[in-house]
């Protein structure tokens, strides 16, 4: 998903800026998101073909395992074409094939843990990376204490320096108006979409504006329904997908989404109210982790899965929009809880083990 993708080229943005003769090479796989994300950026991009791990006992594995093993032949000549001087993994399964190799060939090793609970790549690769960059205290439990630095998410570093600017009226928003932007990920959230067609005649009516990402597999099926209730309204913006998401975060007052890693980092450096609906189908659960540690701290309210209404989502909306010192004190808390300057601490570690 894009949350392994946007903290790796926050980072790259990060050492290019510091160093501006540096060369990456990203290694990904050929059907991912980072297949069409990375190339745009302009960083060279080869694939290996690997395949995560069944939960359950299944003869799917023993091609997993196979393919594993064939990657890690493919990922050492890579490497040794490359020659780099570090190797970085940012989750996903490339990195189980690409790190362990780079460690074997005894080249300098960093896996960078967004969430709260590791994933299963990290976990193995733990033994073998130099050093192991977290962004939740509570995920030091995992891993061995003497390879862990708390760095937080890189792309915070970049959400945290931008300025806010008329973004808004690009989606044909008043951006003098207060702002919701409702996102369901990079691609999307049937639940959340439900939700929020049920709340759409109310959002119609209230004095703040949504700025509403359905997702694009969503966004035909979602706008033919608004269609065909009359929903549509100056109020309400739908757009498939975001490009300039940074940009747009820094100018609402109120996001609503999933509690993957790297919305959480964006929403701590800028240090804004959240309401987080967890996906349940991650491993170990760990968004639901990931938004209880903001929960505690009263920086966000959350709502499970399972739990979700249109009725549900209004009431928190409402809670939140139209009471200015509960806002106040959830923008404060979300700001402490942030580490506004993760890519420079990232880049730091870099050079410590390089």
């Excluded at 060369?23 to 995560?52: A, C, D, M, R, W």
């Excluded at 074409?81 to 094939?97: E, K, L, R």
């Excluded at 999307?188 to 509403?212: C, D, H, M, S, T």
């Excluded at 987080?276 to 701290?297: C, E, G, M």
Aim: charged share 20%; aromatic share 8%.
């Amino acid at each position: 998903t894009g949350g392994h993708i946007y903290p790796a080229l926050a980072l790259i943005r990060k050492i290019r800026e510091v160093e501006p003769d540096a060369e990456f090479l990203y290694v990904g796989t050929k059907n991912g998101l980072e297949s069409k994300i990375v190339p745009k950026e302009g960083i060279p991009f080869k694939t290996i073909h690997i395949q995560g791990f069944r939960r359950s006992i299944t003869l799917d594995n023993f091609k997993t395992i196979y393919l594993f093993l064939s990657s890690i032949h493919k990922a050492r000549a890579i490497i040794r074409d490359f020659a780099p001087d570090v190797v970085i993994g940012t989750g996903g399964y490339v990195c189980g094939s690409v790190v362990y190799a780079a460690s074997r060939m005894h080249i300098p090793t960093l896996i960078h843990e967004q969430n709260s609970v590791p994933g299963v790549t990290n976990k193995f690769l733990a033994k073998y990376a130099t050093k192991i960059a977290i962004c939740f205290p509570d995920v030091a439990d995992y891993f061995p204490k003497n390879k862990i630095v708390l760095t937080g998410n890189p792309r915070a570093e970049e959400v945290a320096g931008i300025k806010k600017s008329d973004v808004l009226e690009t989606y044909s928003l008043d951006k003098s108006l207060p702002s919701v932007l409702i996102f369901g990920g990079s691609r999307g959230a049937l639940k959340i979409n439900q939700a929020v067609i049920e709340a759409l005649p109310e959002l119609a009516r209230k004095n703040y504006q949504v700025l509403y990402v359905s997702g694009e597999r969503y966004f035909k099926e979602v706008q033919q329904e608004m269609f065909e209730k009359e929903m549509t309204s100056k109020n309400v913006s739908l757009q498939p997908y975001i490009d300039n998401m940074a940009e747009v975060l820094v100018n609402v007052q109120l996001i609503i989404g999933r509690a993957g890693a790297t919305s959480i980092a964006e929403i701590t450096a800028i240090g804004i109210p959240a309401i987080l609906i967890p996906s349940p189908y991650v491993t170990n659960d760990h968004q639901t982790k990931n938004a209880q540690s903001l929960v505690k701290a009263g920086a966000v309210r959350m709502i499970p899965d399972n739990e979700l209404t249109g009725e549900k989502l209004l009431e928190s909306m409402d809670e939140i929009m139209t009471d200015k010192v509960i806002w106040a004190q959830m923008a404060a808390a979300s700001k402490e809880q942030g580490i506004p300057d993760a890519a420079t601490r990232l880049y730091h570690l870099i050079q410590e083990i390089v």
